[in-house]
C-alpha cells in the first residue's frame, strides 16, 4: 500500500490543508489550488497543447478535487498522487469527449511530477539531475517533431504517463491494436529523430 513519506514538509503540508478542505475549509482549498495550480496547468499544457482548453481542463480538475475530496485516503497516498491521478483522467476525459486528438507535448516526468508516493528516499545527486534534465530536453525536441499527433498523444500516455493500453484506447477512443501500432511508430520515429542528431535510443 503507498504511503507518502512522514517527514516530507510538502506532503505534511497537502495533508493538513486537504484535512481541512474535506471539513469545507475554503481557505485551505485556495491554498491548495495556488500550490498546485502551476504544476496541473503544466501538465495539462503538455498533452492539450492549447492555452483556452488547458484553462478550461485545469478549472475541471479543481473542481473535482473540491467535490471528490472526501475520496482521498491518507493510507492509500499522498496528496499530490491523488491530484495526479484526477489530473490524467480528466485530461484523457477532455479529449474523449472532443472526440478529436489534439498536438500534444509532455516533457519526461522530472522529480516535481512525480507524486510524493514512489518518491524514494535517495535523492538524485546533482549530475544525475543534470543529466535527467537534458535527457528531458532532448526527449521533449523530439517529441516537437513526431509527424502524427496521434501517435505522440498515445506514446505520451503509455510511457511518461503510466497508462494501459486498455485505457488509453478507452480515453482516444480506437481499439487497442491500433493505439499499439500508434505507440510502435512513435517510438520507431522517435529512434529516427535521435538518430539524425547523432543520438542512439533504445526504449
Known sequence: MARYFNDDPSA?????????????????????????????YSKTHRILR???????????????????????????????????????NTIIDAIRKKKRIRESLLSTEDESDVPLSEHEDSKPTPDKQLESREAQEILEQALQ??????HRIAWILRHLEGCSIAEISQGLQRKEG?????????????????ARKGIRWVY
Open 145 to 150: 517533431q513526431v509527424t502524427k499527433p496521434n
Open 12 to 40: 505534511q503540508e497537502d495533508t493538513h490543508l486537504a484535512m481541512l478542505t474535506k471539513a469545507g475549509d475554503e481557505s485551505a482549498f485556495r491554498l491548495l489550488y495556488d500550490k498546485h495550480n502551476n504544476w496541473v
Open 178 to 194: 491500433t493505439v499499439k501500432i500508434w505507440i510502435f511508430r512513435c517510438t520507431q520515429e522517435l529512434r529516427q529523430i535521435l
Open 50 to 88: 492549447n492555452h483556452q482548453d488547458t484553462e478550461e481542463v485545469c478549472a475541471d480538475i479543481f473542481f473535482k478535487v473540491w467535490r471528490k475530496i472526501d475520496k482521498w485516503d491518507t493510507d492509500q497516498g499522498s496528496f499530490q498522487a491523488w491530484l495526479n491521478v484526477v489530473a490524467r
